[in-house]
């Protein structure tokens, strides 16, 4: 690195620790300090549902060419927090497979079919020729997209960083794309286990070179999307899915910019599965709406901040509808700290923008009472 950017870097530096963040609830939330009222952002908050969204896209040219473009990312990043000011988190604008795509498996998107694959991992000998990704090598986009979005955040909310989990991201590279049966992932987990934890490691060492980049060049928590791991029985759950996970957090940086890192672990369907989920030394877990927050918070005390957890699927009722599951939601988690307030999972394409400004009005207007 030239001397001229070292300084320009390190002057970034500065100015990114200089800069004090106006709302920071959703990080005192995560560390089950006392807050105001209960925080909240949304999963997938920047997405097809708003036709801002739809409209950069659309100049973009691609899905990946909008992932990839760090000006473009940041521009869809801020346009949900334009749109709903109570919002109290940025999420980076990007994509859970990023990581695979730079283990050169030619990721791709048909339309109204998801991702896809060219190249799908199956043998030990596929499994041997993938590399542990170097992020500043082969994910530089994503980093200089988080820079600039905390450039642009300029203090106003915090911005979160992401990545899939092993287990999630191993499932699209061995099924090559979506799946419904989890043939070929599970196929291998059972018949070739040794095969399938060397992938998890290599995985779970890209995720937290990943992680740790992102933390670096400014996000200030970061949440790991296990989309997947539900689908696995509680024995394989602890050995292929949590097991990486656990690697990972112990791998990453836990304080930047003269403050704590939180860490936000997320699996889709792991109700039964709180009490091993926060043993991980996490700060806060996410939950689905099959899990009631209340239940939740009696089953983890104090350990971790909880997060979550409306049916995304309310959000095609009414308004009214929508700030009566706000309110039973916020009545069973009950009063004090620790909570973020979310959707299970993300939104849904077909909802109505409005009816997204209602749930989240919803929360800011019914949440303070509990945080007296």
Known sequence: MHLQ???CHFSF?????????????FLKALLKQPVDRTPIWMMRQAGRYLPEYRASRKDAGSFMDL???????????LQPLDRYPDLDAAILFSDILT???????????????????????????????LPVVNTADRLSYVTDAVSTIRRELNGRVPLIGFSGSPWTLATYMVEGGSTKDFRHVKGMMYSQPE??????????RSVIDYLNAQIKAGAQAVQIFDTWGGVLSHAAYQEFSLKYMQQIVDGLIRENEGRKVPVILFTKGAGQWLESM???????L?????????NARRRVGDQVALQGNMDPSVLYGTPARIREEVASILESYGPGAGQVFNLGHGIHQFVDPEHAKAFIEAVAELSPQYHK
Request: charged share 25%; aromatic share 8%; glycine share 8%.
């Open 5 to 7: 950017e070292v300084l």
């Open 13 to 25: 530096s500065i100015i990114i620790f200089m800069t004090q963040l106006k709302n920071d609830r």
């Open 67 to 77: 992932c990839t473009n760090p000006d473009f990312a940041c521009e869809v990043t």
């Open 99 to 129: 990581i695979p795509d730079a283990m050169d498996l030619g990721l791709y998107f048909e339309t109204g079919e998801g991702p896809k694959f060219k190249k799908v991992v199956r043998t030990a000998a596929d499994v041997d020729a």
């Open 195 to 204: 095969v399938m934890h060397q992938m998890l490691d290599k995985l779970a």
């Open 278 to 284: 926060a043993d991980t030394g996490c700060d806060a």
């Open 286 to 294: 996410g939950i689905d709406w099959t899990t009631d927050i209340g």
